[in-house]
Each structure stands twice: as structure tokens, then as C-alpha cells.
């Protein structure tokens, strides 16, 4: 969130007069941040102190970097000729992002295994980033080895549950080779 102070005598001509006068305020990307009030009046008996205007940074899910926008000010509508329809120079705000792009690792926590014996091997895949949806992550098992010969079939993907940042992967058994 971030305050920005308007004063009507920054827009005034010299000499200042008392103006009742009335800015419309603007962000140009509504995605990133909302402004509020929309509108700014200036009285005979205000004009001369700040109004504040607050910007609001809009979350989002993307990894979009740091946006740059502009709180844009319209001409100042006044019944004092002084006034009306005086520019006023908008003011630059930056919503910094919160969001990283996710990551998907897999990790051998037993990555050998004995064809005489009955251990497994054990992989886990992990990932980062939001837990809300099921993730659904393919493999491929690749070198020497031979499904259904040396090890049994592995199958191809795992699925991730909502809610969790793990699975683990259908364990590698040995298998017998008949010579
Ligand atoms: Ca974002
Ligand atoms: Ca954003």
C-alpha cells in the first residue's frame, strides 16, 4: 500500500486563491493496483492541505516481475477559471511481485536395489510453488536396465495431491533374471 499526498496548491497558479475544485484519480492498470478515493475535492477550507490518495497493490498468481503503472489524474474540474481543467502530473507506482516459479525435482532416496533380494528402490518427486491442484508429473526411465527383465514396470507418471508438495514414485523391485 502506498499514500500519496495531493495538495492543491502544487496545481495552482500564483497567487493561490482558495479554489473549490475536484480531481478524478485513476490507476491505468486496475490488475495491479486500485486506487482509492476516486475523486479528490478541494473546498475553500481545504484546499490548502494534502488529501491523501491510497494505492493498493493487486495479488495475483502470475510471475509477472515487478509492474510499473501510473496513478493518472484527470483535469481538475473547478468553477474558478484558475483551475479548471488544469493537467496534473500523474504519479508512478510499482506493484513488486510475490510470486516464483514453481520447481519439480526428483530425489533417489534408495536409488539401488538387489536382484536377490526384495528391496525397492524409493523416488520421490517433490515440488514448490502452490499446493491447491492435483499435479500430474510423466516420466520416462531410461538406460541399460530392462522393464519386466530387470526391474518390474515402473509405470509412467505419478500424480501429486492437492494439499501435498510430494508423492512418491511406484517402488523399483529387483527382479530375478532366469540365466
Ligand atoms: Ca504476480
Ligand atoms: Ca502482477
Do not use: K
Not at 528402490?121 to 500430474?136: E, K, N, P, Y
Not at 541399460?144 to 501429486?160: E, R
Amino acid at each position: 500500500m502506498r499514500q500519496v499526498a495531493v495538495l492543491a496548491s502544487q496545481w495552482c497558479s500564483t497567487p493561490c486563491r482558495p479554489p473549490v475544485s475536484r480531481l478524478l484519480l485513476a490507476a491505468i492498470n486496475a490488475a495491479e493496483g486500485m486506487v482509492t478515493p476516486a475523486s479528490l475535492t478541494f473546498t475553500t477550507s481545504d484546499w490548502n492541505t494534502p488529501h491523501a490518495v491510497t494505492v493498493v497493490g493487486q495479488n495475483d498468481a502470475l510471475v509477472d516481475g515487478n509492474v510499473p503503472y501510473h496513478v493518472v489524474t484527470a483535469a481538475a474540474v473547478s468553477s474558478d477559471g484558475n483551475y479548471n481543467g488544469m493537467a496534473v502530473a500523474d504519479v508512478a507506482v510499482t506493484n513488486l511481485d510475490n510470486d516464483v516459479l514453481p520447481n519439480i525435482a526428483v530425489m533417489a532416496t534408495t536409488p539401488s536395489v538387489h536382484e536377490a533380494s526384495n528391496s525397492s528402490a524409493v523416488f520421490t518427486i517433490t515440488r514448490t510453488g502452490s499446493t491447491v491442484s492435483d499435479l500430474l508429473v510423466r516420466y520416462a526411465i531410461t538406460g541399460t536396465a530392462t522393464t519386466g527383465a530387470d526391474y518390474v514396470s515402473l509405470g509412467a507418471s505419478v500424480v501429486i495431491p492437492a494439499g501435498s508438495s510430494s508423492a512418491l514414485v511406484p517402488g523399483m523391485a529387483a527382479q530375478r533374471c532366469s540365466l
